[in-house]
Every structure is written in structure tokens, then in C-alpha cells.
């Protein structure tokens, strides 16, 4: 119910009584992160992992402050470029209702790979995904170090370059697998982070379909975006990319899988 201040007084009263709490440190760490202070999120999130070593949370939210302090100094260093100096890309979409598409081939050996990926069930995420499927098991899939995850992250990130016709900061990336009965609820990418931080309006999100799955049935996967409405049929290959603040879901029931990777940007 965003009452930070609260719940931050709160995370620390239940410190005081428990200071081997890891819990407790890592959900503070969170209300930090909400605040906007990446110092004293990033004490507590490494606090919960000293008390608990195999916080897998813990770690995914390190890895995450880090990640945004390379956006926050990637920003401002592009500030600093005179615009004699900074490549001028032309722009294909700046926070336009009209979503980006495109198209990009898709590789068997790529999806062979994903299904070998170490994952988790949809409803295990505890976010927008619920139902029958899997995903990966945190959000930096563009980390990977195989060949064919590289080769894919470098094409996405041309593609996102063209897009919003600036550099970009990939903040996460993963990947979907649903079967018959997954989904996602109406959802964004924005986090209170962003709007601490007033980087809203710097931020997209990417989905790639590697597989549309069985789409002749009564929900074949459709695309749904809000205010505007819209509704996309996916094809295999499609690359949609929308402003993070923008609202969306999907729901499925064919009898093949269905695959996607996505991932969320700030344009710098």
C-alpha cells in the first residue's frame, strides 16, 4: 500500500529484536530500494546474504543494485556528451502509444538451450505469471556466457538501439515457457525505483517470441496491451517492444509450448 516510511520503521523494530533475521534484512533492503537509496539497499541485501549464504533473493537483488547504479552512471555520462560528439541514431519509437516490431530468425540450438537452463514453475515467481509453465530461474539471462546467448543479446540490444535512438541499459532479461493454462495478469515494468528516480520515461520492455506454440485454440496467447487497447497475435520470430509503463498481459492454452525472451531497458 506504498507506505515506505512505515514499513521501513517497521523492518528495523523487527531487526532490533532479531538481528540474525535475514528476512528482515533483505526486505528492508527492498523498501530502500523503493526509496531510492542504492547505499543503505545494497548494506542490507548483502547483510541478508552474510546471515543466510544460499539467499538466492539476497543475491538476485545485489546483482540488481548494481545493475542500476550502472544505469544511473551510464545517464549521466551520456549528459555529459556533447551533442557534436554522441552518434546520432534515428529514433523508431520514444514512449509512442504505437508499439516497435520487428522480426528476428530464430534458432533451434537457442531454444534446445533454454529448455536445458536451470528454471522454476511460473506460479513459483510470485509475480504477474501464474499457471502451467516455467522460467528462468532469476532475471540476467543475458549474463549467460554460452555463445548463442551472446550472439542473442547483441542483436537485442542493436534492436533496442534502433528503437528508441539512443544507447540502452539492459536492467534484466529472462525467459518464459508456458503451457497450456499459463499466463501473465496485467502487469508493467515499472518499479518505485523508477519513479524515485524519475527514470519512467527511460524505460522499455522487449518480449521475443521463439515460439507461438498451438494457437488454434480459445486462448491462442494474444498480446494485450492497455490504454490503448491493443491485441497482437504473435508470430514466430516477432519482436515487440513497448514503453515498461505501459500495461499488458497474455493468457494460453494451446497444447505445444510457448516460448519467449524478455527483458527490460533504460534508452541513456
Given amino acids: ?11 528495523q523494530n523487527a531487526i532490533k529484536f532479531k538481528p540474525d533475521f535475514p528476512t528482515a534484512h533483505n526486505n528492508l533492503g527492498s523498501i530502500y530500494l523503493d526509496l531510492g537509496d542504492l547505499k543503505e539497499s545494497e548494506l542490507s541485501f548483502k547483510k541478508a546474504l552474510s546471515l543466510k549464504q544460499d539467499y538466492i533473493e539476497a543475491k538476485s537483488n545485489i546483482k540488481l543494485i548494481s545493475s542500476l547504479k ?18 546520432i541514431l534515428n529514433p523508431v519509437m520514444k514512449l509512442s502509444p504505437d508499439p516497435f516490431i520487428t522480426n528476428r530468425s530464430v534458432k533451434s540450438n537457442l531454444i534446445n538451450y533454454l529448455y536445458r537452463m536451470n528454471s522454476r514453475k511460473l506460479d513459483e515467481t510470485k509475480d504477474s505469471r501464474f499457471g502451467n509453465g516455467k522460467c528462468s530461474i532469476d532475471f540476467y539471462l543475458f549474463d549467460d556466457d554460452e555463445f548463442i546467448i551472446k550472439s542473442l543479446t547483441k542483436d537485442l540490444v542493436d534492436i533496442m538501439c534502433q528503437a528508441v535512438g539512443t544507447k540502452v541499459q539492459v536492467i534484466d532479461s529472462f525467459f518464459n515457457i508456458m503451457g497450456a493454462g499459463g499466463g501473465t495478469k496485467p502487469h508493467n515494468h515499472i518499479i518505485p525505483f523508477d519513479n524515485a528516480k524519475n527514470l519512467g520515461d527511460q524505460k522499455y520492455s522487449l518480449v521475443y517470441y521463439l515460439s507461438v506454440g498451438d494457437q488454434n485454440c480459445n486462448e491462442p496467447g494474444i498480446l494485450k496491451l492497455y490504454d490503448p487497447d491493443k491485441e497482437i497475435l504473435p508470430s514466430q520470430g516477432m519482436i515487440i517492444i513497448i514503453p515498461a509503463h505501459r500495461k499488458h498481459s497474455a493468457i494460453y492454452d494451446g497444447k505445444k509450448d510457448r516460448i519467449m525472451v524478455g527483458c527490460n531497458f533504460y534508452s541513456l
Fill in 70 to 87: 550502472k544505469v544511473l552512471f551510464n545517464i549521466e555520462k551520456e549528459k555529459k556528451i556533447t551533442s557534436d560528439n554522441l552518434k
Fill in 1 to 11: 500500500i506504498k507506505r515506505l516510511k512505515e514499513a521501513k520503521k517497521s523492518y
